[in-house]
């Protein structure tokens, strides 16, 4: 059971990464006989995502259940999709050259047991130029089956009902769902005249000259790979800086910090430090709306449990002063308060009758609080952004300088979006901004937030990091020899991430985890931070519980 789950979070990992929308719920996944996740084709599911609208097309499939193949047209649906997906995407993603032609290999070299092994083996011969030995009606199949991305949505959902009609016996009349989209408003002409058109031209989409020759280039010439890379790189830092905010540092120096902190496990990684902030100049990503309504959320879980929040506030606020106030000791002094039973002293020419209390500076501290972003958070953001606030706000009332930030993974960027600085002791409030999407690139997270702390000068550091304990990217480990081999999950992302834990506590950085995820992932938190981490089961006992942690290590100071 865990392995499937495991492989089902793979699948879904691809998915999101190549649709570039970490929410998805895609309908379908897709898995080998062995039951892995197939790389190439979740990630060409992934990819039809992110050109075609997912709600109208998730519409669609649930049309298609109410036959007993629905499985099978969808295959037949994303088979339809693949050879324009592949010749869209390839640009960017070289490494798909080399993938599909092993999933094609092995698709030929497969024996047809289904009537989709059938298409399929048919399908992919074609694509390695072989001679293709298949029933006439197949080859005038895989005539039809091609969607060019210039269509929109809607001809694409009809060329498809086209093929169903024409090839294949549905349970249904073709009117249901035509009737359902008009129903919804959906179409721009009449569905009627769109239907006609595709059957008078049933070679409408059929490969051209242009299709074949790009299946049989590489797509760029040595002389031009370093104006690709370049460009390639380019286009990525634009999308995370309209997906997450402008970056707060600059590209030059952002890239001079990369160069010392993406190494070993991470060299494949770049990094975006925001503040969540976009160009007015610009019409940024549905992210700004999101952001804008999960901080309404946020602000509402506050506010509707304001009495027991402001409880938690006050009850860590004073723990964390009792623990700096044990940073004191008292002396006889000639001034002070009176010693009465030593008043005798004075006969014998000793004043210091009085006692007087020294307090020490107080403590050269700073704390960094580091929340985990990334999407396996999504049902824990309102308490996320809460637990960060109130102890950020305790910290701020004890005149500790507190910084807060998050973190998560998307593409090959951690992102790392500060809410408050040190000095801004009136910005608690930004806290609330937190939302998550994306992966969590535990390792490289905390290596980065150690090296901004480095940076300081303050003479004490705490990290307080707000996790599940469970590390997890899409973009692998580089190795060598097989793609995909040392993905960043489970033990290696586990190992990886506690090996960043102490060398900062080998540089002197107290680092603690306030743990926010399930039981079977308690072992994980263990190894990553030993016994430097609580849970919080209610919100009653948080200020009790996070209090302890902090004052311990207040005491080691």
């Known amino acids: 059971m865990e392995g499937k789950i495991k492989e089902g979070q793979r699948a879904l990992n691809i998915i999101w990464n190549a649709s570039n929308n970490y929410s998805l719920n895609p309908e379908l996944k897709a898995y080998n006989r062995q039951g892995r996740a197939d790389l190439y084709w979740n990630y060409i599911i992934g990819a039809v995502y992110k050109y075609y609208d997912y709600y109208l097309l998730n519409d669609f499939f649930d049309t298609l259940k109410y036959d007993r193949d629905y499985i099978f ?82 001809e694409v959902i009809y060329k498809m009902q086209y093929i169903l009609e024409e090839y294949f016996e549905p349970e249904y ?9 008009r129903r919804f408003n959906i179409l721009g002409r009449k569905a009627t005249k769109i239907y006609t058109n595709f059957s008078k031209k049933r070679n409408i989409l059929s490969f051209d000259g242009d299709s ?45 910090i990369e160069k010392i902190l993406c190494s070993s496990n991470h060299q494949a990684c770049h990094l975006h430090f925001t503040r969540g902030e976009f160009k007015d100049s610009e019409d940024p990503m549905l992210r700004n709306k999101i952001t804008s309504a999960q901080r309404e959320k946020n602000k509402k879980h506050y506010k509707d449990n304001y009495i027991s929040n402001k409880i938690n506030i006050l009850l860590l606020s004073q723990k964390i002063k009792n623990a700096l106030s044990n940073q004191s000791f008292s002396i006889k002094s000639e001034r002070g308060k009176l010693i009465a039973d030593k008043i005798w002293r004075t006969y014998l020419k000793d004043y210091n009758i009085f006692i007087k209390k020294i307090e020490e500076e107080p403590a050269d501290l700073s704390v960094d609080i580091m929340l985990d972003a990334s999407a396996s958070q999504l049902n824990r953001q309102e308490i996320i952004a ?8 305790s910290l701020t009332r004890c005149n500790i300088p507190v910084r807060v930030y998050s973190f998560c993974n998307m593409r090959d960027y951690t992102v790392i979006n500060t809410f408050r600085d040190y000095n801004q002791v009136k910005s608690n409030d930004k806290i609330f901004n937190y939302y998550a999407a994306g992966f969590n690139r535990d390792g490289m997270a905390i290596r980065t937030s150690l090296y901004m702390m480095e940076n300081t000068n303050y003479r004490h550091k705490i990290l307080i990091v707000l996790s599940d304990g469970k590390p997890n990217d899409i973009l692998a480990i580089p190795t060598e020899g097989l793609f995909y081999q040392r993905e960043y999950s489970s033990t290696i992302a586990v190992k990886d991430t506690a090996k960043e834990v102490r060398k900062g506590l080998k540089q002197g950085v107290s680092i603690l985890c306030v743990f926010t995820g399930k039981d079977k992932d308690i072992p994980s938190v263990k190894k990553i931070y030993g016994k430097n981490f609580v849970r919080i089961k209610t919100i009653e006992k948080f200020a009790e519980t996070v209090g302890l942690l902090i004052e311990k290590e207040l005491s080691n100071l």
């Open 73 to 154: 047209y969808q295959q037949i649906m994303f088979l339809a999709f693949e050879s324009s997906i592949y010749n869209q995407e390839k640009k960017d993603r070289p490494a798909l050259v080399n993938l599909r032609y092993n999933y094609a290999k092995r698709a030929v070299d497969n024996r047809p047991v289904t009537v989709y092994d059938e298409i399929s083996n048919s399908y992919f011969s074609r694509v390695l130029g072989y001679e293709v030995k298949a029933r006439d009606n197949i080859n005038s199949l895989l005539d039809d089956l091609y969607f060019d991305l210039k269509l929109n949505i809607d």
């Open 212 to 256: 074949k020759n790009n299946d049989g280039k590489e797509g760029y010439k040595s002389s031009n790979w370093v104006k690709y890379k370049e460009k390639r790189a380019s286009k990525e830092r634009d999308f995370i800086e309209r997906y997450f905010g402008i970056s707060e540092m600059g590209e030059k120096k952002t890239k001079a």
């Open 173 to 181: 009349s073709k009117d249901f769902y035509f009737k359902r989209l």
């Open 386 to 393: 809460t637990e960060a606030y109130i102890i950020a706000e």
